[in-house]
């Protein structure tokens, strides 16, 4: 009887493992699945940028933003008037900053704000959440999917991140959270729009953070078309040159 008890305990540990290797695959490929709903694999966007302050003050950027591959991302500032000109490149983990008249593009981080609301660069200049994080644990529920996911390492704004998301795959929230622990920031994903083209994503993002009491910031994307793109437009020395793709 002994030996039969332990080949049961033995065969459910077994099971729960393989469970549990395979529902993480399962995770992995979630993931690819959202990051593909929530953006052509090269694309360019037309976005507005809305930082609101503590007094009730707006401050708002409208920005054109090109992305090739899991891993290139260039934005231009196409207003207010004092940012006009300005253009960020992000390869992989490193970003720059370009301002006209200044001459050499400038190294900027992730968690740093070229606008100096509520999102850091990582989320202004967001590639695949694929290409950043590995998925820690996939949970299903009535109305989707929660995935716990975790840096590939520690040039990655966010330790881990906690991804809601429909049953079609479409994110809802995402909570961001430092190695301590420590909630950074929320996302909301909201008002769901039809692009064109199959694309289907929601059209707006809030953000807000306990460590920022009163500021909230939101992305509202205007236009996103699939469109293919030259390695040379993700080079610093188009940075200067990125409106020219504007048609």
Do not use: H
Not at 117 to 130: L, R, W
Not at 215 to 225: C, D, G
């Amino acid at each position: 009887m002994k030996s039969f008890g332990k080949a049961v305990w033995l065969a459910i540990l077994v099971a729960a493992t393989t469970a549990g290797a395979l529902f993480a695959q399962d995770g992995s490929e979630i993931l690819k699945r959202i990051d593909a709903k929530l953006m052509p694999e090269s694309y360019e966007s037309y976005r507005q940028l809305i930082d609101v302050y503590p007094d009730g003050k707006k401050k708002e950027y409208v920005v054109y933003t090109v992305k090739k591959g899991t891993d290139k991302v260039a934005l231009l500032f196409l207003s207010p008037e004092s940012e006009k000109g300005r253009s960020t490149l992000r390869l992989g983990e490193n970003m720059w900053l370009y301002i006209p008249n200044v001459g050499k593009p400038i190294r900027i981080t992730s968690l740093q704000s070229v606008t100096g609301g509520v999102f850091n660069n990582a989320d202004i200049m967001q590639v695949d959440y694929s290409a950043d994080y590995t998925v820690a644990k996939a949970e299903r529920s009535a109305d989707g999917y929660l995935l716990d996911l975790k840096a590939k390492n520690d040039t990655v704004a966010y330790d881990s991140l906690k991804m809601w998301t429909t049953a079609d795959d479409i994110i809802t929230k995402i909570e961001c959270y430092a190695a301590s622990g420590l909630l950074i920031k929320t996302l909301e994903f909201k008002q769901i729009k039809d692009f064109g083209n199959g694309l289907i994503r929601p059209s707006v993002i809030e953000t807000y953070s306990p460590l920022y009491k009163g500021y909230r910031s939101s992305m509202v994307f205007a236009q996103v078309k699939a469109r293919s793109f030259s390695d040379e437009v993700f080079t610093m020395s188009y940075m200067s040159r990125i409106g020219s793709l504007r048609k």
